[in-house]
């Protein structure tokens, strides 16, 4: 899979001119977003056949600070998949440095009700599966 690279905007800095912590849970989603766009199953389609997948708990560990114009580029990877929950794994490195591990966990829901993960979407279960091990 690709790495996703995010450039640091100016308004995600804050006054102390570093990367405002939070951003890096908005870098975690839009590299989320692009690696399910990778595999062929893009939350957009998961959104249109009426299943969401809210985030359950985030986790982030700060390394190394980031600044206006620095390229993050962000590793996911999936660490654990139960029938209702997948935890992703993100590395984010910039400058050749690792500025933040993270997990996120997520579950899936149709009409409000969890649903079963590999029931209901087979293929995206199938292919990630049968990622290679990193």
């Known amino acids: ?3 996703y690279r995010h450039e640091v905007k100016y308004y995600e800095c804050d006054r102390m ?7 890096y849970v908005r870098f975690m ?3 989320r977003v692009d690696w399910m766009d990778q595999l062929g199953y893009g939350f957009d389609r998961m959104e249109a056949e009426g299943v969401v997948s809210p ?10 600070p980031t600044t206006f114009k620095d390229v993050v580029e962000v590793e996911v990877s999936v660490l654990e ?3 209702l929950k997948i935890t992703f794994g993100y590395t984010m490195r910039a400058n050749g440095l690792v500025c933040c591990t993270a997990r996120s966990v997520h579950c899936f829901m ?6 079963r ?17 990193e």
């Open 55 to 64: 985030v359950v708990s985030v986790e982030c560990a700060y390394k190394h």
């Open 81 to 83: 998949m139960s029938a």
């Open 117 to 133: 993960f590999a029931e209901r979407f087979p293929q995206l279960y199938e292919a990630i599966c049968h990622l290679p091990s």
């Open 29 to 31: 989603e839009e590299a």
């Open 110 to 115: 149709e009409k409000g009700r969890p649903v």
């Open 1 to 3: 899979m690709d790495v």
């Open 17 to 23: 001119g570093i990367t405002h912590h939070s951003n």
